[in-house]
C-alpha cells in the first residue's frame, strides 16, 4: 500500500536554530513530493514540491527539502526557524500514473520558541 | 494567488439535519478534492472529482455524497448530520497529475 510517514507528532526548535520535519515515502512509480503548512484555523498552503531534476528543492518562507530516493526521503528543512514557523506540516506524495491524487502523511507539529 | 472558497467557515448543525457544504474555484481547475480532518490529525480524502459529471469516492468512507455540475463548483452534501460527522472539510482543486493542490480554508462543522 502507497503511504506516507511523518514519525514525529511534534518537533520543537529554539528560534534562531536549524530545524527539520521527516517524512518517508512510500509510492509506486518516481513519486511527486509535497509540503504543505497549516496555520491554526486555517486550510493548507503550499509550500515545496519535487517532481524531477535537482535534489534540493526550495520553497516559500525560506524552506528547503531535499529528496533522497536510496532513503525514500524528503525531509523539510530550514537554515534558521522563526516563531512564526510554528504550524502543523504535512508532507504529501502524488501517485504513480495519470490520477494524481495526494496522499498525506499525519501531520508535524514544530513549535518554535523564542 | 489561488481562488479557492469555501462556505461556510463554521457550522453547528442538530443532528439529522441536511447541509451542504460549498467549495468553488476560479482557477479552472478540472480536479477538485474533499478532505476530512480531524483537529490536529492527518487529511482523509473522502470524494474526488476529474472533471464535471465526474466524481469518484477517497480512500476513507463517507456517509456524504458530492456533485459536480459545473467545473468551477464542487459542493459536499450530508443528508442527515450526525455527531460522527464533527469535523473539518477541506476542499481542494489541482491543474493536472500530480500538480500541487490548492486548498480552500476549510468548513468546521459541529453536530450536536
Known amino acids: 500500500a502507497q503511504s506516507v510517514a511523518q514519525p514525529e507528532d511534534q518537533v520543537n526548535v529554539a528560534e534562531g536554530n536549524p530545524l527539520t520535519v521527516k517524512c518517508t515515502y512510500s509510492?509506486?512509480?518516481?513519486?511527486?513530493l509535497f509540503w504543505y503548512v497549516q496555520y491554526p484555523n486555517r486550510g493548507l498552503q503550499f509550500l515545496l514540491k519535487?517532481?524531477?531534476?535537482?535534489?534540493l528543492v526550495k520553497g516559500s518562507y525560506g524552506f528547503e527539502a531535499e529528496f533522497n530516493k536510496s532513503q525514500t526521503s524528503f525531509h523539510l528543512k530550514k537554515p534558521s526557524a522563526l516563531v512564526s514557523d510554528s504550524a502543523l506540516y504535512f508532507c504529501?506524495?502524488?501517485?504513480?500514473?495519470?490520477?494524481?491524487?495526494?496522499?498525506f502523511g499525519k501531520g508535524t507539529k514544530l513549535s518554535v520558541k523564542p | 494567488e489561488a481562488d479557492i472558497y469555501q462556505t461556510p467557515r463554521y457550522l453547528v448543525i442538530g443532528t439529522g439535519k441536511k447541509i451542504t457544504l460549498e467549495c468553488s474555484q476560479t482557477?479552472?481547475?478540472?480536479?477538485m478534492y474533499w478532505y476530512q480532518q480531524d483537529p490536529g490529525m492527518e487529511l482523509h480524502l473522502i470524494h474526488y472529482?476529474?472533471?464535471?459529471?465526474?466524481?469518484e469516492k477517497g480512500d476513507l468512507s463517507s456517509e456524504s455524497t458530492v456533485s459536480r455540475i459545473r467545473t468551477e463548483h464542487f459542493p459536499l452534501t450530508l443528508e442527515s448530520a450526525r455527531p460522527s460527522h464533527t469535523s473539518q472539510y477541506l476542499c481542494?482543486?489541482?491543474?493536472?497529475?500530480?500538480?500541487?493542490?490548492?486548498f480552500g480554508q476549510g468548513t468546521r462543522l459541529t453536530v450536536v
Open positions: 504529501a506524495a502524488g501517485r504513480g500514473g495519470s490520477q494524481g491524487n495526494l496522499i
Open positions: 509510492v509506486s512509480g518516481n513519486p511527486y
Open positions: 481542494a482543486s489541482s491543474e493536472g497529475a500530480p500538480r500541487s493542490a490548492f
Open positions: 472529482s476529474y472533471g464535471v459529471n465526474s466524481t
Open positions: 482557477m479552472g481547475h478540472d480536479k
Open positions: 519535487y517532481i524531477t531534476g535537482d535534489n
